[in-house]
C-alpha cells in the first residue's frame, strides 16, 4: 500500500479503535451489574459510531480543504506528511495497545490481566498528551495554513469523543 493511502488509512484505523475504547471507558464503573459483557458491547459500538461520525466530518473537511486547494496534490501531500508525523508518535502507542488487548484475548487469565493493567493502565493517561503531541507536531510541521488547522482539528476530535460519551450515556450511575 502506498503512503498517500496508508497513512490516512492508518491514522483512520487508529481513531476508530480509540473511539470503541472511549466508549468502554466511558461506560466502566457506572453499571452494578456483574455480567457486563453486553453493556460494554453496547458501549463499545456507541464509541465506535461517535468516531465514525468524527471521521466522517473531518473527511467532508479534508475534502473541502482538497476541493478548495488552488494545488490539490500539493495540499494532499503536505496533508500525508503531516499524518506520518502523527503516526511516528501514535504508532507506537498503538502498537502496544494492540499488544495488550490481543494478550488479553489469548493468555490465560492471570497474566492477560497483568498484561492489560501493565499495558493499558498507564498508557491510558498518556493518551491523551500524546493525541496532543501528536496534532501539534504535525501543525508544526505543515507547510500549510489549512493543514495546521485540519491536523489541531483531528487531535482535538479524537479527544472529544469520550467525554461526549460520558456526558450522552452515562453521566449518572445505572
Request: proline share 6%; aromatic share 8%; with cysteine.
Given at each position: ?89 501514535l504508532g507506537p502507542y498503538a502498537i ?75 453521566a449518572e450511575p445505572q
Open positions: 500500500m502506498s503512503t498517500p493511502i496508508a497513512v490516512p488509512a492508518a491514522l483512520a484505523s487508529i481513531a476508530l479503535i480509540d473511539a470503541a475504547l472511549a466508549g468502554y471507558r466511558a461506560a466502566t464503573g457506572r453499571n452494578g451489574r456483574i455480567g457486563k459483557r453486553r453493556y460494554y458491547l453496547v458501549a463499545m459500538r456507541r464509541g465506535l459510531a461517535a468516531g465514525a461520525a468524527l471521521l466522517g466530518g473531518l473527511a467532508v473537511v479534508l475534502g473541502a480543504a482538497l476541493g478548495g486547494a488552488p494545488h490539490p496534490s500539493e495540499r494532499y501531500a503536505d496533508l500525508t506528511r503531516a499524518g506520518t508525523v502523527m503516526l511516528w508518535i502496544v495497545v494492540l499488544l495488550s488487548i490481543g494478550g488479553y484475548a489469548l493468555l490465560p487469565r492471570a497474566p492477560a490481566t497483568f498484561l492489560i493493567l501493565l499495558g493499558l493502565g498507564p498508557f491510558t493517561l498518556v493518551r491523551p498528551w500524546l493525541t496532543v503531541a501528536a496534532g501539534a507536531a504535525a501543525a508544526w510541521t505543515a507547510s500549510d495554513p489549512v493543514t495546521r488547522a485540519c491536523a489541531l482539528l483531528a487531535a482535538a476530535g479524537v479527544l472529544a469523543v469520550e467525554p461526549w460519551l460520558s456526558r450522552r450515556w452515562y
